[in-house]
C-alpha cells in the first residue's frame, strides 16, 4: 500500500512569495490533514477535510493559508503572502474515516519551507 | 483546550538500556496515539492506545485515561530508536483532531 505523498520535499522562497504544497493520502481515506511543525515543537493543526469538506481551521491564518481539496482526494495548501515565521515543516497525514477520531493518522514525509 | 505534556524532554541512552517516556493530558480522550519521529523527519505511528497495554517487538504501550497519562517503553534500545517520540490525543470534539505534546528526543548511542 502506498503511503501519503507529498511535494516538494524542501522549498526556499523570501518573504512576500507565495508557495504551494500538494499532498496525496492514501488511497480510500476519506480524512486529510495539514499540519504545521515549527523546529522543537510538535505538529499543529491547520486544517482537517473529510471528503472535499472542511472539518476544521480554527488555527489556519486564513489571511495568508488556503487549502482546498476539490475531488475529495489530494489537497493543495497555499501560503501567500509569507511571513519568516512561516518556516516550517508542512505535514499532511489521512486517515481511513472520521468515525469519532477512532482510525489511526498516517503521515506523509512533509515539505520543508524557508522563508528568507 | 486540552493540554498534553510529555517528560521528559530528553534522554540520552546507551545502546540496550531501557528507558520510560510519560505523555500526561488534562482531560479525558477518546484516542491517544504515539508517533516516533526519525531524524528524516518521517512520523510513523507507533500505537493508537486510549487505553490499555498494547506491545510491539521492543516497544509497548500503557494508558491510565481515568489517571489521564500513558507510558511509552522501550526495552533493549538500538541507535535506530533515536529521534523524537510524540504523544498525541483528540481532543474532546470528537472530530479527530490530534493534540500533540512537545516530545522526548531520544538519543542511543552506540
Known amino acids: 500500500e502506498a503511503g501519503v505523498a507529498q511535494s516538494p520535499r524542501y522549498k526556499i522562497i523570501e518573504k512576500r512569495q507565495s508557495v504551494a504544497f500538494w499532498c496525496n493520502p492514501i488511497s480510500g481515506h476519506a480524512t486529510l490533514y495539514w499540519y504545521q511543525q515549527i523546529l522543537g515543537q510538535g505538529p499543529k493543526l491547520l486544517i482537517q477535510?473529510?471528503?472535499?469538506?472542511?472539518?476544521?481551521d480554527s488555527q489556519l491564518p486564513k489571511d495568508r493559508f488556503s487549502a482546498e481539496r476539490l475531488k475529495g482526494v489530494d489537497s493543495t495548501l497555499k501560503i501567500q503572502p509569507a511571513k519568516l515565521e512561516d518556516s516550517a515543516v508542512y505535514l499532511c497525514?489521512?486517515?481511513?474515516?472520521?468515525?469519532?477520531?477512532?482510525?489511526?493518522?498516517?503521515f506523509g514525509p512533509g515539505t520543508r519551507l524557508t522563508v528568507l | 483546550g486540552i493540554q498534553v505534556e510529555q517528560s521528559p524532554p530528553d534522554l540520552i541512552l546507551q545502546e540496550g538500556a531501557n528507558s520510560t517516556l510519560r505523555c500526561n493530558f488534562s482531560d479525558s480522550v477518546n484516542n491517544l496515539q504515539w508517533f516516533h519521529q526519525n531524524p528524516w523527519g518521517q512520523l510513523i505511528n507507533l500505537f493508537y492506545i486510549p487505553s490499555g497495554t498494547k506491545q510491539n517487538g521492543r516497544l509497548s504501550a500503557t494508558t491510565v485515561a481515568t489517571e489521564r497519562y500513558s507510558l511509552l517503553y522501550i526495552s533493549s534500545s538500538q541507535t535506530t530508536d533515536s529521534g523524537v517520540y510524540f504523544c498525541a490525543v483528540e481532543d474532546s470534539g470528537n472530530t479527530g483532531k490530534l493534540i500533540f505534546g512537545q516530545g522526548t528526543t531520544l538519543q542511543v548511542k552506540p
Open positions: 477535510f473529510q471528503n472535499n469538506g472542511v472539518v476544521d
Open positions: 497525514a489521512s486517515s481511513l474515516d472520521l468515525a469519532g477520531g477512532t482510525d489511526t493518522q498516517y
